[in-house]
């Protein structure tokens, strides 16, 4: 169905276009809302649907999603890019610097049975935000959006080992945060 | 030598199967590794897990023409609208004081000062009706004319009396309510509104 209307779009059906985005709406917000915060990306989501609109002709391939979620993704670290200029935000550290890995205390909850945890995913949020966005937004679209790392290395148009090491570094950081809130690892 | 770096890609299934195969060879005797494992594979799930934020209007852009009936519905609704707040007002006006009907104008001013103008008439022809009346049982030969003039005082009176009773009844309205005109006048510039938004241009 998202053929057909894809193949409609591109023979200038605009009617088809924004069943498209409809169909991706909730989805491209969520993504960019984590990158941007709310305010800002709805703003940057329907400049990335305007954008697609206007350049459906230049579009190739066949994921229209992946295709969506790159302009997207582009757009909201364009916007974050500018606003460092006036504050100071996490900068992707070297490649070759080893990711390090915090020790767990003892008598914290079992790391692996707090999925679903409101105090942790609250850990999980705020530990998001001080993630280089390059990390976040790879570990965003494998973990949330569901892409596999050769669609994630087209959207953010680097390398897949780049993708991998982006993909780990983030979890890293994320799973340290949740221990130095007390919880530890599993027993194995 | 722990495969550390490998573990995040061993969880999303995107090693190349050599090395996948010697990762799990060697979390077969390491529980340290498979301990990390399991805690990135826990943060994953969680990742996943966070509530997704949603936003406050549509995204999507309007790129399609609006029908060709859209902007002159949206012209009718606004004149419309104006006309049933116009409505509004006089009614409202009409309810508090009818005699604020206006001047020499035909049908607004008319009935107020015809029933004052009949109930006084009524008093005047009362007067001699009365009089009539109080005279005629006391003189016999004078009863059919009194009874006459009786009559034609009642009649008269009955006359005069209608309008004076019609008058007060005569009070104009514009409408059962006016606030049924306030009613129509907020539909049409709630649809007015609706209309000038599916008309503005998204992109």
Redesign the interface.
């Known amino acids: 169905m998202q053929q057909d209307a894809l193949a409609r779009a591109r023979t200038g059906d605009?009617?088809a276009?924004?069943e498209l985005?409809?169909s991706e709406?909730?989805a491209?917000?969520?993504h960019v809302?984590?990158l941007l915060g709310?305010v800002d990306?709805?703003d940057v989501?329907?400049d990335a649907?305007?954008s697609a609109?206007r350049s459906l002709a230049s579009f190739e391939g066949t994921s229209f999603r992946a295709w969506l979620f790159r302009i997207a993704t582009n757009r909201a670290i364009d916007v974050l890019r500018s606003r460092k200029r006036r504050a100071e935000l996490p900068l992707d550290p070297p490649a070759d610097e080893p990711?390090s890995?915090a020790e767990p205390a003892d008598g914290g909850a079992d790391?692996?049975e707090?999925?679903?945890n409101r105090e942790?995913?609250a850990v999980?949020?705020e530990a998001?935000g001080s993630v280089p966005v390059e990390q976040r937004a790879a570990?965003?679209l494998?973990?949330?959006e569901g892409f596999?790392?050769e669609e994630i290395a087209r959207i953010t148009a680097s390398e897949l080992g780049t993708v991998?090491?982006r993909?780990?570094r983030a979890?890293?950081a994320?799973?340290n945060a949740?221990v130095l809130r007390g919880w530890r690892?599993?027993?194995? | 030598m722990h495969p550390l770096a490998d573990l995040s890609a061993h969880v999303d299934g995107a090693l190349a199967p050599a090395a996948a195969a010697a990762l799990d060879a060697h979390l077969g005797g390491c529980p340290a590794c498979r301990a990390k494992l399991g805690e990135l594979r826990s943060v994953a799930s969680l990742v996943a897990a966070l509530p997704a934020p949603r936003p406050r209007r549509s995204l999507v852009p309007r790129l399609a023409p609006p029908p060709l009936w859209l902007a002159p519905a949206r012209a009718l609704s606004v004149m419309a609208s104006g006309i049933f707040v116009f409505a509004f007002l006089v009614s409202a006006v009409l309810a508090i004081d009818p005699s604020m009907g206006g001047g020499g104008k035909g049908g607004l001013l008319g009935p107020a000062p015809a029933a004052r103008q009949a109930e006084s008439a009524a008093g005047n022809l009362g007067g001699p009706a009365a009089s009539a009346v109080v005279s005629a049982p006391g003189a016999a030969p004078s009863a059919p004319f009194a009874q006459g003039a009786r009559d034609s005082a009642a009649v008269a009176a009955g006359a005069s009396a209608a309008p004076a009773a019609k008058a007060p009844a005569q009070r104009l309205e514009l409408g059962p309510s006016p606030f049924l005109w306030l009613g129509l006048a907020l539909v049409s510039g709630a649809l007015a509104l609706a209309l000038r938004r599916r008309l503005r241009p998204r992109a």
């Open positions: 605009p009617r276009f924004e985005a409809r709406e909730r491209l917000f969520r809302a984590r709310p990306a709805e989501v329907q649907f305007i609109w990711a890995w790391l692996v707090i999925a679903g942790a995913l999980v949020e998001l570990l965003l494998r973990d949330v596999d790392y991998k090491s993909i780990h979890r890293l994320v799973r949740l690892g599993a027993a194995g």
